[in-house]
């Protein structure tokens, strides 16, 4: 059974920053592509950042937090994070944990909220920034 467990959201000021956790266990880890995606208040959930599988450790950002987000995983302890740095308004939103097997859905170097059909998410952190 495939299970995702975030952690590490919670509050912080503009500027600040936050570092989120997600616990993967029930699937073979190192296989999957890894993401975080984010569902701000009442908009659709979009992609953030997503890493590839099979040890590559490839990134890809959305433009918005290009340069202020780091996405990282330890195949070894089946863990996803995502550093969040220099936070601000727009970042206020659900952040969730997702893994679908195979290569990373990307065009033109940026990862894409469609062909997640197959994706599995967690329950999700909330991240709020204060201004």
């Known amino acids: 059974q495939v299970r995702l467990v975030e952690s590490g959201g919670g509050s912080a000021p503009a500027g600040g920053s936050l570092r989120l956790s997600c616990a993967a266990s029930?699937?073979?880890?190192?296989?999957?592509?890894m993401a975080w995606f984010r569902q701000p208040p009442g908009k659709e959930r979009e992609v953030v950042a997503v890493?590839?599988?099979?040890?590559?450790?490839?990134?890809y950002y959305i433009d918005s937090v290009f340069g202020r987000f780091t996405i990282s995983r330890q195949n070894a302890n089946s863990t996803l994070f995502l550093q969040m740095n220099n936070l601000n308004s727009e970042d206020n939103a659900v952040y969730y944990c997702?893994?679908?097997?195979?290569?990373?859905?990307?065009?033109?170097?940026?990862?894409?909220?469609?062909?997640?059909?197959?994706?599995?998410w967690g329950q999700g952190t909330q991240v709020t920034v204060s201004s």
């Open positions: 997702a893994a679908q097997r195979g290569a990373c859905p990307v065009i033109n170097s940026k990862p894409i909220s469609s062909h997640w059909s197959a994706g599995t």
């Open positions: 890493i590839s599988p099979y040890g590559n450790m490839l990134s």
């Open positions: 029930g699937f073979p880890f190192n296989l999957y592509c």
